[in-house]
């Protein structure tokens, strides 16, 4: 496919792909907070404690990436 063998679509999935899902994510805990009146702070909780995973995915990319050098 377009010349890419399965390693490669498979890396270009995990990162392109995964990543436009997450941005996706932040979308829906902001929108979660306006709907909820929430507030800053409680705006600022939901992002934390929500995208808390998503940050460590980011953080095990980074730490792989960091080692492969």
């Known amino acids: 496919m377009f010349g890419l063998n399965e390693e490669q679509i498979a890396q270009l999935g995990m990162t392109v792909g995964i990543g436009g899902f997450m941005l996706y994510m932040v979308f829906i805990i902001v929108q979660l907070a306006r709907q909820s009146k929430a507030g800053k702070f409680g705006t600022f909780v939901l992002l934390l404690v929500l995208g808390f995973g998503m940050l460590g995915f980011v953080a095990k990319q980074f730490?792989?990436?960091?080692?492969k050098i």
């Open 63 to 67: 730490i792989a990436w960091y080692l």
